[in-house]
């Protein structure tokens, strides 16, 4: 199998004209032309070295961005090939070419808002505004100009993290559009619209770790004795927080969208709505006497808070990013009244939770099994650093011997 490009050029009325770049194929004797739509000028390919010329001054960055979709495509061609000898299947030409064809018409911006429509459609509506945000600053990032997954390449995506980060978008965010784009990318790989390149190895999609957000377990009784008769809302937000912190740090997604049917046999069972995990809450006294709080209010509800009411999933989700704004606003309503030198926020009570049980000396498999997490690592990120205090207290039980 052989593949080239080419340009061919025409002269009407002796002027010269551009031409349509297009791909040589040959391949048992035979051969195919596939265009490609790139018109060039003479002056601007290079026939011998069969590449785009460095154009004229100004012209450079259009220059490279056409090499860049020849360079793709003569890859895509050359992954094609490979895969159907790797099969060792029968192939000819017009194998290729379909294929080819097929994985051209795939562009990544409707490849994503195909994504997005799935998600919606499986009611993962959180997941679909996480790809709708990324898509959106991608967007920004190409100035709107859609690009066939033969241009996300390593350069490409090393070019847009150096947008972000002369954006001065935190490192965080950074990693959490380039894990988005990357599950994006392996869908299409998957489905064999692109061949694998690995074109995220070489920036960040970790996730750091976050600042303090614990509180210590003075402030969370503090929290549960403030006198809050005066203000209904301010006492559903305590309520909640307390809640959160005494049902192992559970989220605050999954308390709005716990139902009454979640609660049996003096234990909530319900699914992580972030990863799907299944777990199992023992009702303890703090817990059950605020869902008893609550049940007159919600008693033609099915769901345990009055967070949410709609039926529709739509309506139902925007339900809930509205509860989740008034929640944070009134936690930060909260942390005044108690006079913190740091804000509370729907995350503090779950970090609350896995600091306190460190603390208390629990194994961080255990705090990490609690927490629904699917690795001892997302934890740690949980986790606040120990005081000082704390420290210095175990390093003298440790060489406490060497003066005996």
């Avoid at 490849?111 to 998600?119: G, M, N, P, R, S």
């Amino acid at each position: 199998m052989y593949g080239k490009s080419k340009s061919q050029t025409s002269e009407i009325d002796g002027r010269r004209e551009s031409g349509c770049n297009l791909y040589q194929l040959c391949h048992k004797r035979q051969s195919r032309q596939i265009t490609t739509g790139i018109r060039l000028f003479p002056d601007q390919w290079d026939a011998r070295r069969e590449r785009v010329m460095v154009s004229l001054a100004g012209r450079d960055a259009a220059t490279a961005v056409v090499q860049r979709q020849i360079d793709g495509d003569l890859c895509l061609l050359r992954a094609i090939v490979g895969d159907f000898e790797a099969r060792r299947e029968e192939y000819g030409l017009p194998d290729v070419v379909g294929r080819f064809r097929s994985s051209e018409r795939f562009t990544v911006f409707a490849f994503v808002e195909k994504q997005i429509a799935c998600l919606r459609a499986d009611g993962k509506l959180g997941t679909a505004r996480n790809y709708r945000r990324t898509l959106n600053s991608f967007s920004g990032f190409l100035n709107g100009a859609d690009i066939p997954f033969s241009l996300l390449d390593e350069r490409l995506v090393g070019r847009y993290n150096d947008w972000l980060q002369r954006r001065r978008i935190v490192r965080n965010t950074v990693s959490f559009y380039m894990r988005v784009l990357r599950a994006v990318f392996n869908k299409a790989v998957r489905e064999g619209i692109v061949p694998q390149s690995s074109p995220f190895r070489n920036v960040y999609t970790g996730v750091d770790r976050t600042r303090k957000r614990a509180v210590g377990e003075e402030t969370v009784i503090r929290l549960r004795r403030l006198n809050l008769e005066h203000s209904p809302s301010l006492a559903l937000a305590r309520d909640i927080f307390i809640f959160s912190y005494c049902a192992r740090g559970m989220a605050f997604v999954d308390i709005a969208f716990l139902r009454k049917q979640d609660i049996a046999g003096g234990a909530i069972r319900y699914v992580r709505r972030k990863t799907g995990q299944h777990l199992t809450i023992r009702i303890e006294p703090c817990m059950g006497d605020i869902i008893e709080r609550y049940s007159q209010v919600t008693r033609t509800s099915d769901y345990v808070f009055p967070l949410l009411n709609a039926k529709d999933p739509v309506r139902v989700f925007s339900q809930y990013q509205t509860a989740l704004g008034y929640y944070n606003r009134r936690l930060k309503r909260l942390a005044d009244l108690l006079e913190l030198e740091m804000p509370l926020s729907s995350y503090t009570s779950r970090h609350t939770w896995a600091t306190t049980a460190r603390n208390h000396n629990v194994p961080l498999s255990v705090i990490s099994a609690g927490m629904g997490h699917a690795s001892e690592k997302t934890t740690q990120i949980y986790l606040a650093s120990l005081e000082s205090s704390v420290i210095d207290q175990a390093n003298r039980s440790i060489i406490a011997s060497l003066y005996v």
